[in-house]
């Protein structure tokens, strides 16, 4: 008797959940549908936008550092350079080049870039240095940037160094302003592939105002280059090398939507910057941080430093414009840039899906606690001890070598 009453029920009790397994999976399947169609109509519609774009006249300071590039600086960078300045036009820009010390005929190039920047009447300042990465750290230790490695060497630390050079990228900056020359942006430029158009995408970033707007670097696509300097909204590491990057979900959103994405910092290849800091009484430059502080086994890009300094960081921002990709290769440039859509629905879908897993997953908390105590330490030490840009921090040592750089 009971048996009798109690199959049907069981059958019933089977076909409801039933339904609602496949109710569920209806509304899933719709809700990633639907994301996916929001993404990529704000991608080709951006596309459309970003070729429409009128640009502002502005007076631009191209700073770049240069070591080892001669192939992408014949094959794509000089003749980049000279576009743009055509295009800025030559009145209204400077050109500020520092090269030292490659083993390549680096120089070889740029006396070329050089040749037809004059050709163009555009005004620059292109130094060659001849001192190389092997004379720096074959000089005595001098007081600063000096660091005792684990091994007991006293060895030159890689980021002072690169602050260093990248300072003097500025010095004519300062010459010029003797001379009543000014500029409203300073535009870095690393030996990327990009055309004009890139640049003024970039300096018209969330309609020109920000203390920084970044492009966005490739090497190896669809992985995005520069992790050293690149913070999301809340000061994190980018949770994934692909699209959509971010853990923040404000930085995660405005990637989504393609429209300026908020960080606490970047760098990635191309970076625009007004001046006006950079000239003020106590001005903006670049640094590494304390020598004392990277005895902990630390150490920040002073590309993400700089944001740090930059006293215009709180009120307007630091951004990375989705709209501008570029590539350490002509390769790696067009694959960024197709015709249309640089992204697919199966990398999207992918994306979307292997950011929430690694944030549902995975916590920043340990490897960003084991920096901060030790900078909490250091600051204990001395009133003096103060590192405005923790975020920049990584547990790392690194220091020049021949050839480059290397962790120890
Ligand atoms: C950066 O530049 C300024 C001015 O040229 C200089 O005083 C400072 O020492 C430089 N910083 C580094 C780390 O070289
Ligand atoms: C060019 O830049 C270098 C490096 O910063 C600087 O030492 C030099 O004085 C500059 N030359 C001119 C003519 O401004």
């Not at 055309?195 to 696509?221: Q, R, V």
């Not at 429209?259 to 001005?283: D, L």
Request: charged residues 20%; aromatic residues 10%.
């Amino acid at each position: 008797m009971t048996k009798i009453t109690s199959y049907p029920r069981t059958l019933r009790r089977v076909l409801v959940r039933h339904r609602i397994i496949r109710s569920l999976l209806i509304v899933f399947i719709a809700w990633n549908l639907i994301e996916l169609n929001l993404i990529l109509r704000r991608i080709s519609e951006s596309d459309i936008s970003y070729r429409e774009r009128p640009r502002r006249q502005e007076r631009i300071y191209i700073a770049s550092v240069n070591w080892n590039n001669e192939i992408i600086l014949r094959s794509h960078w000089s003749q980049a350079v000279l576009d743009l300045a055509w295009n800025l036009g030559p009145e209204n820009v400077y050109i500020s080049i520092y090269e030292s010390g490659s083993y390549d005929n680096t120089k070889g190039a740029l006396m070329d870039l050089d040749v037809e920047l004059d050709r163009l009447r555009v005004p620059r300042n292109i130094t060659l240095s001849h001192v190389t990465h092997d004379d720096e750290i074959n000089a005595p230790p001098g007081d600063e940037g000096w660091i005792v490695t684990p091994q007991g060497r006293t060895e030159l630390r890689r980021i002072p160094y690169l602050s260093r050079i990248r300072n003097l990228s500025l010095e004519p900056l300062y010459e010029l302003a003797k001379q009543g020359i000014t500029f409203d942006k300073i535009l870095f430029l690393n030996d990327v592939v990009f055309t004009p158009n890139d640049i003024f995408e970039l300096l018209d970033t969330n309609h020109g105002n920000y203390a920084a707007a970044c492009s966005m670097d490739f090497s190896k696509p669809p992985h995005y280059y520069d992790t050293f300097a690149l913070r999301d909204a809340s000061g994190h590491e980018a949770i994934m090398s692909t699209w959509p990057f971010f853990r923040d979900s404000v930085s995660r959103h405005a990637m989504k939507s393609m429209s300026p994405v908020p960080v606490k910092s970047c760098w990635n290849g191309m970076v625009a910057m007004p001046a006006a800091p950079f000239m003020s009484k106590s001005p903006l430059r670049f640094r590494g941080i304390p020598d004392s502080l990277a005895a902990s086994h630390l150490e920040g890009s002073e590309c993400c430093l700089i944001h740090a300094d930059n006293p215009l960081t709180a009120q307007h921002g630091v951004y990375v414009n989705p709209l501008v990709r570029v590539g350490y290769s002509g390769p790696a440039y067009v694959a960024v840039n197709p015709a249309i859509n640089w992204l697919s629905s199966r990398t999207i879908l992918q994306g979307l899906w292997t950011n929430r897993f690694r944030r549902w997953t995975s916590s920043p908390w340990f490897k960003e606690k084991s920096v901060s105590n030790r900078v909490a330490q250091w600051t204990a030490l001395s009133d003096e001890n103060r590192e405005p840009g923790q975020f920049c921090i990584i547990n790392e040592m690194q220091i020049l070598h021949p050839w480059g750089w290397d962790h120890v």
